[in-house]
């Protein structure tokens, strides 16, 4: 992730809207998903909405951490930076300078199957924005000095998020590790400082050259645009580009595990101790992925709850509780990823009773399902923010090209909330009867370095370097 | 012809190899296209209206998606009314409005709001504090009564209180571990001193000493109709919002005398240098800062340009320098924070220790170059027409709609800012942005925080002076 800095109290502004972009019925949001396939592979989806005169385009690229070299962790997302240091057309500073001279602002993230590059700006800056892309993905300004630069930067970024942070992202970072059993779905994204500095030019070149060409990758383009214009613009900047042959990747796939596995951690910067419980979700397209989503939701949404009316207030023995489903969403994955359940709880507790709690909670699911009155909320909930994530146009442009990447169809944008609206009761109890079981759970008890007990690692397959090893450490991942 | 002109400068100083000096833009095969030609800004259309009881209502209505938007504001009710015994109570006051009301308790309340799609929740600044409320569309009219049940009736259960205060604790010692805490905490006291926007983080004897009396008395006095706006936008007519409005909070009445107003803050403070100990810290996080003016200031509108150009993005002079050109920060940023009755200049960064010193030194460069040099003309294009765009993107949000104008109102700006903003903002001169920053982000003017170790950067610190080595 590149960041935007923010110190600042926002200056942002206004209000004002032309015209109904979606059909919206009811409570209903259908979007208008245009897909065309150029020649070279590249895929490109427009979405128009012109009740604002921006637009919002996402270029996702087909490669994350899963498929970074073995002795290159961090190098997926190592390599998202170097997109942003300029190429022999545009040298570094002009890609940041011309989107902001138009007025806008962009970003990019790697996770685990995919690497996104976004922006959002005045409908004026479309067509510099879709030169840069396309001038980016031809080719880079392949140079030590900004492979030096960013090789600082990313540390730093290490640094600020993991190493001098209490917890240190163990919760996203450190759960994964212990999870998987495979290299590609195990090692740490984010990658060490030795395999960071161990990045070479020829390093990126062939990164670029294997996942960066156009038939690895999705453009989509939301606002205000058309489709036609959308894909004239889109066959006009990126038509030229040639395919490139992708190396074909490894079988990743992983069954749910058999054994608990439970690692304690010593925090060096932590006050509180904290939790993360993760299982194995079902595989991207499963029929027990929808009601894996609405469990998550009826667990951990919000302050409605179960976890929270259970941890929280019930029991009082957490501070707050949270879900990730592995660093996206529970419908962007394509590789073995993980339900998580985070918690910071009270130092007048353990781990034990914390899991007790939240095992009791899933016990009297699995027994007795969800009453129609909680699951019609719940949908309620869901399916609205659904909806609002698709509010802003970067982020409707972004997702479309998650989804088409992921799923090989944009529309999956618009199947979703039927998807949510099909879960039953009984879908529910059979995800949580098959995912949320101790055997298929791994954990980490982080705690603040002086509450560590040393011989305190349960579990049967934990090899005791996640308490020797780690507690030294501290935040360190 | 002038868009053109203003075009051409921008890409030939950013891609000189994409455009020959005496080419058009178009011209050159392959090179990068020229901006095409800008819509117009539109100017927001709020309804407005005071009900009897002098609560103002703004709506705003949109055909986005079918959600809407409820921001009840409520002035002074904020940071700002805390004494000084209870730095940091707005928010345990804010935290416990949805936590139980005349008719429900909290999982009720939660309840409710997830059926209808949404969420009610206050938060609290310097200035006031802030219910916010969404639901689709076919639950406006339940989700404004909620709205008012919460804010206008909360119970604060005996219960509720106890847990909150618990779990306060455990958040305070949670983010006493952050340095970003320490830091804020650190550099808002050195610009304020005693001025209460100076204490805005609470204490653990603040905390421990919320009673729910306390929450009833203050909660009466900070929560009136005539001190409270309530912004509503969103898929929803006019009239049916004033309606809604109207049937939720027509009868809410003010008692007893308002609050005072919020003392002015200083325009002044003694720079400070303090280092905050942080034992193993593999990073300084630093804090560089002043005291600024209020929101409703004359300046204030090229000193937000001028903090764009400074500080705010990736294009802005301090990301460059340190993150692009020296590889010191993942991100740095620095410019202005403005509240009611004052303000203050602040910038900052996470640095690795070795390079504390030197970042500090080119913060004060920036700050120096900003208030001594007139800024180009194809910056300010830039730095303007990043502003201009990014009134455009966040109109797209109608929940930050409604919070800029809430959060407006608060600090001071009327409606008509909304839409004043831009043009304003393409006003301003390099001389006056150059005025401002001489102004307010003098070096010599600037406290500094480090929160870091010690041992790895004290040597580094020496040349800006004596820092005061503290705990907290």
Redesign the interface.
């Known amino acids: 992730m590149r960041q935007l800095p923010v110190l600042l109290a926002g200056l942002s502004l206004s209000a004002a809207a032309l015209a109904a972009p979606a059909s919206a019925t009811g409570d209903k949001w259908d979007l208008p998903v245009a897909t065309k396939k150029l020649d070279n592979g590249l895929t490109v989806i427009v979405t128009e909405d012109h009740s604002s005169p921006t637009v919002g385009v996402s270029v996702v690229y087909h490669v994350g951490m899963r498929l970074e070299p073995k002795n290159r962790t961090g190098f997926a997302h190592l390599f998202e930076h170097l997109m942003f240091q300029g190429t022999p057309n545009a040298p570094k500073g002009v890609f940041d300078k011309t989107i902001t001279g138009g007025g806008g602002r962009n970003n990019g993230s790697t996770r685990a199957d995919f690497t996104n590059y976004i922006e959002t700006a005045p409908a004026s800056s479309l067509e510099p924005i879709l030169w840069l892309e396309a001038d980016r993905m031809k080719t880079l300004d392949f140079n030590k000095d900004t492979l030096k630069n960013q090789q600082d930067v990313v540390k730093e970024e290490i640094r600020v998020n993991v190493k001098n942070q209490p917890y240190g992202g163990f919760m996203w970072i450190d759960i994964g590790q212990h999870a998987f059993q495979k290299w590609e779905n195990n090692h740490d994204g984010y990658g060490s400082f030795e395999d960071l500095e161990g990045a070479s030019l020829d390093d990126v070149r062939a990164f670029h050259r294997d996942y960066y060409g156009p038939n690895n990758a999705v453009l989509a383009i939301a606002g205000d645009v058309t489709p036609a214009q959308g894909f004239a613009l889109a066959r006009k900047y990126f038509g030229a580009i040639p395919a490139r042959p992708v190396p074909k990747g490894g079988d990743f796939s992983e069954g749910l595990n058999k054994v608990e596995k439970r690692v304690q951690q010593g925090d060096a910067l932590a006050q509180v101790p904290a939790l993360a419980a993760a299982w194995k979700m079902p595989e991207r397209g499963s029929r027990d992925q929808a009601a894996m989503a609405v469990l998550g939701e009826l667990l951990a949404g919000g302050d409605a709850s179960v976890l929270y009316q259970g941890l929280v207030k019930g029991r009082e023995l957490a501070l707050n509780t949270d879900v990730l489903f592995g660093l996206t969403s529970p419908w962007e994955f394509d590789g073995p990823t993980l339900f998580t359940v985070y918690t910071m709880y009270k130092p007048t507790t353990n781990a034990d009773t914390i899991l007790n709690a939240m095992d009791e909670e899933i016990a009297k699911i699995v027994k007795d399902g969800v009453d129609a009155a909680t699951l019609k909320r719940v949908k309620t909930r869901m399916l609205a923010d659904w909806n609002n994530g698709l509010e802003s146009f970067i982020s409707r442009a972004d997702t479309l090209a998650r989804l088409q990447t992921l799923w090989g169809d944009a529309n999956v944008v618009n199947k979703i909330p039927g998807w949510i609206e099909g879960v039953t009761s009984s879908d529910i109890q059979r995800a949580a009867s098959t995912y949320l079981v101790k055997n298929n759970r791994t954990v980490i008890d982080r705690k603040p370095i002086a509450m560590v007990d040393k011989v305190d690692v349960i579990g049967t397959q934990t090899a005791p370097a996640g308490a020797q090893t780690k507690p030294l450490d501290g935040a360190r991942k | 012809m002038k868009k053109l002109m203003l075009t051409l400068a921008?890409?030939m100083?950013?891609?000189?190899?994409?455009y020959a000096a005496d080419a058009p833009a178009t011209a050159k095969a392959?090179a990068?296209?020229?901006?095409?030609?800008?819509?117009p800004i539109?100017?927001?259309?709020?309804v407005k209206k005071t009900l009897a009881n002098g609560m103002t209502v703004w709506v705003?209505?949109?055909?986005?998606?079918?959600?809407v938007d409820y921001v009840l504001a409520v002035r002074g009710a904020g940071y700002a009314a805390d004494d000084s015994a209870h730095p940091g109570f707005a928010s345990l006051l804010a935290g416990m409005i949805?936590e139980g009301s005349a008719r429900r308790d909290?999982?009720a309340i939660?309840?409710a709001?997830?059926?209808?799609?949404?969420?009610v929740a206050a938060g609290s600044y310097s200035d006031g504090i802030s219910v916010q409320a969404n639901?689709?569309?076919?639950q406006a009219g339940a989700m404004m009564s909620l709205l008012a049940e919460v804010a206008r009736t909360p119970s604060f259960p005996a219960k509720e209180v106890e847990?909150a205060k618990?779990?306060a604790l455990?958040?305070l010692?949670?983010a006493?571990?952050?340095?970003r805490f320490r830091a804020e905490r650190a550099i808002n006291a050195a610009v304020y001193g005693e001025h209460p926007y100076g204490h805005t983080q609470p204490t653990e004897s603040a905390i421990n000493s919320v009673t729910q009396e306390l929450l009833r008395t203050e909660h009466a006095k900070r929560f009136r109709p005539d001190r409270a706006l309530l912004v509503i936008?969103g898929?929803i007519g006019e009239a049916e919002a004033m309606k809604l409005a109207q049937a939720a909070f027509g009868d809410w009445k003010a008692e007893g005398p308002a609050l005072a107003e919020t003392a002015p803050a200083p325009r002044a403070a003694n720079p400070a240098r303090i280092l905050l100990q942080r034992a193993?810290?593999?990073?300084s996080?630093i804090r560089v800062g002043g005291p600024g003016i209020q929101a409703s200031a004359d300046e204030q509108v090229p000193l937000?340009l001028a903090?764009?150009i400074l500080?705010?993005?990736?294009?802005s002079r301090v990301?460059?320098n340190l993150?692009?050109?020296k590889?010191?920060?993942?991100?740095?940023?620095?410019?202005?924070?403005?509240n009611r009755v004052g303000g203050a200049i602040?910038?900052?960064?996470?640095?690795?220790n070795e390079v504390t010193g030197a970042a500090l030194t080119e913060y004060f460069n920036e700050y120096k170059r900003i208030g001594s040099e007139l800024v180009p003309a194809d910056e300010m294009?830039?730095?303007k027409?990043?502003?201009?765009?990014?009134?455009?993107?966040?109109?797209?949000?109608?929940g930050?709609?409604a919070n800029?104008?809430a959060q407006n109102w608060l600090i001071g700006l009327p409606p008509e800012f909304?839409g004043q903003?831009?043009p304003l903002i393409q006003k301003v001169t390099p001389q006056q942005v150059r005025e401002v920053s001489k102004k307010y982000f003098a070096p010599e003017a600037q406290s500094i925080v480090v929160v870091g170790d010690p041992a790895a950067v004290s040597e580094q610190l020496k040349p800006f002076g004596e820092f005061k080595v503290s705990e907290k």
């Not at chain 2, 990068?32 to 819509?39: E, I, R, S, T, V």
């Open positions: 921008i890409s100083m950013f891609a000189p190899a994409a392959g990068m296209p020229a901006y095409g030609k800008d819509k539109p100017t927001p259309k709020i705003v209505p949109r055909q986005g998606l079918p959600r949805n909290s999982r939660a309840e709001a997830q059926g209808m799609g949404g969420s639901a689709v569309a076919s847990l618990a779990n455990q958040a010692r949670a006493e571990a952050t340095p936008t898929r193993n810290s593999v990073q996080t937000r903090s764009t500080g705010g993005g990736f294009s990301n460059i993150r692009e050109q590889g010191y920060t993942y991100g740095a940023s620095a410019g202005a924070r403005m602040v910038g900052g960064a996470d640095v690795r294009t830039m730095n027409r990043y502003v201009a765009g990014g009134y455009l993107i966040s109109n797209q949000l109608q930050a709609v800029t104008l909304l903003y831009v």
